[in-house]
């Protein structure tokens, strides 16, 4: 989560956006920890929101 999260501010991108991209881009998924490349988004997108408030952001 915490690497979404950077993703997101580092691109500027809305937390449906970061989640959209993270399918499609085999570098977020790379940056997040996955091993092998993922064809679904393995969260429910709210997690996001959930996460940013538990780190204060």
Known sequence: ???LLLLK?????SD???CERWVHDPY???????EFFQHAFPHERSDLSHWRKR???
């Open 1 to 3: 989560m915490i690497g």
């Open 9 to 13: 501010h580092i691109y500027g991108l």
């Open 16 to 18: 449906e956006g970061v």
């Open 28 to 34: 977020f998924q790379c940056f997040t920890g996955e």
């Open 55 to 57: 780190l204060g952001g």
